[in-house]
């Protein structure tokens, strides 16, 4: 069974970082694509960050700069390493093969006060 287990999120002000966790099992996330992903009330899904199995990353247009994707293989864990916060990136984030594939984790909510 696959599971997502996100971590790390939290509240902070704005322009202060945060670093979020995805531990995976059932998969194994070093042969896959893995992406963050974010939803904020009222909005749909997007993805955020997106890295692929050799390391290269991409990002939305919107985080570019501020964000960074990074991956453990040998943890089969995920990372988004987030700075720079601004109110806008308020939103409960989650990790998943990148395309999605499966059940959802539970997430993780950041909120960023201004």
């Known amino acids: 069974q696959v599971q997502l287990v996100e971590s790390g999120g939290g509240l902070v002000q704005a322009g202060g970082s945060l670093r979020l966790s995805c531990a995976t099992t059932g998969i194994i996330a070093r042969a896959n694509a893995m992406g963050w992903y974010r939803q904020a009330p009222g909005k749909q899904r997007e993805l955020v960050a997106g890295?692929?199995?050799?390391?290269?990353?991409n990002y939305a247009d919107s985080v570019k700069g501020r964000f960074t994707i990074s991956r453990d293989n040998a943890k089969n864990t995920v990372y988004l390493q987030m700075n720079s916060l601004k109110p806008e990136d308020t939103a409960v984030y989650y990790c998943?093969?990148?395309?999605?594939?499966?059940?959802w984790g539970q997430g993780t909510q950041v909120t960023v006060s201004s």
């Open positions: 890295i692929t199995v050799g390391g290269s990353a």
């Open positions: 998943n093969l990148l395309p999605p594939f499966g059940s």
